[in-house]
């Protein structure tokens, strides 16, 4: 794919981009986690019913994204915006750190960090890479439990306004491995066609959405990356 100079690409990653990592996505595993769903952690229920499940569960999640490499596709986007600079816009719906790691500078997690947490009264993120598997964190200014900074099913994804203006500019629409099943990211895919703006997908299978792409490039995301460019 040629791009020039007035081109501008919103990148949407998805699990499938960090497979190559040796991260589980959510639904190619089965969704399950010691026999929970992942909607049976990853919503505000469970966290209000066991929080220490939901800890236990965000705290392997920390343990897996600390000893997992980026891939050739997160270091292909990373050299992406060496080029295009603010003209790529990547939002992932991932929350471990692998993109940044792979050399992107400027990267919108719209489902939240890993790596970060919050206090549910103070709602401020602060960078926390513990794992919680004994004692729950509390909040040093007012004693409140310390949740995941993470968008759990159900919560409404950070940033939409900023997504959106970002995708009103783009030219270019690239998705890479996500199912196309989660909304509002699986149907960004609907308001880039509303504009005319050409959308291609890359995974190894057609995600939920495959129609209203104009191009599916079938591979791996660090297969075909590289060379799309
Ligand atoms: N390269 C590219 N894509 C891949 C690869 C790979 N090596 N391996 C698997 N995939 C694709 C699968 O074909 C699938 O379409 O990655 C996708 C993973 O889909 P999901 O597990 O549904 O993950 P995702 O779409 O990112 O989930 C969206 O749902 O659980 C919530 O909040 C969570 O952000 C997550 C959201």
Redesign the pocket.
Known sequence: MLLSKSDRVFALT????S??SGLA????SGGLWEGHS?EQV?TPKAWDTDPALVWRFYSMRRRDAEAAEPNAAHFSLGKLEQKMGDRLFLCT??VDDLHERGGSRNVHHM?GSLFESRCVKCNEPFPDRREYLETLPVCDTCGSPVRPHI?WFGEVPLAMDMIYEQLDQATVLLV????G??YP?AGFVHSARQRGIQTIY????E?LNAASFHRIEIG???AVLPSLF
């Open positions: 998805g699990a499938g981009i497979a190559e996505t959510f639904r190619g992942v990853a719906q991932n489902h968008v890479v491995g996500t199912s099943s989660v990211a890359v995974g190894p299978e995600p791996t995301a660090a």
